[in-house]
């Protein structure tokens, strides 16, 4: 089962149409209320969470739920925060159903992220010498 929440009912209502076997949920904390979301996908919209964010994620994630996550862009601290809690399926800025689609199919992993998350702390690489 894929539950929305989006904080935007016309959104919802596109993804619902858009992606078989899914479901609005119309607040927040109902699906860490109800045990039947445990081991669930959820696509969510950081901007739709009214509570303390990071809480709210470890919550989901406590709960083995995957986050499709949906963000303004990747410089806002609630990238920084999914990060933290083991969220790679990042969507920034407009989107078309199908890309939300093709996420549910193929999770990202930590290498499709790790570019961003080199950025947002400042994580700083040193080039090896090559050998002769």
Do not use: H, W
């Amino acid at each position: 089962m894929v539950v929305i929440f989006t904080g935007s009912n016309e959104i919802d209502k596109i993804l619902e149409t858009e992606i078989k076997g899914s479901m609005v949920v119309s607040y927040a904390d109902f699906i860490i209320e109800d045990d039947k979301f445990k081991s669930q996908t959820v696509i969510l919209a950081s901007s739709a969470i009214e509570t303390d964010f990071r809480e709210y994620l470890y919550q989901l994630r406590s709960r083995n739920i995957r986050v499709i996550l949906l963000l303004k862009n990747e410089k806002e601290e609630n990238t920084k925060i999914a990060l933290e809690n083991g969220i790679y399926d990042l969507v920034f800025g407009n989107f078309y159903p199908s890309q939300i689609k093709e996420i549910l199919d193929n999770p990202r992993n930590f290498s499709d992220i790790s570019k961003i998350y080199r950025k947002l702390f400042n994580i700083q690489i040193k080039k090896k010498a090559k050998r002769i």
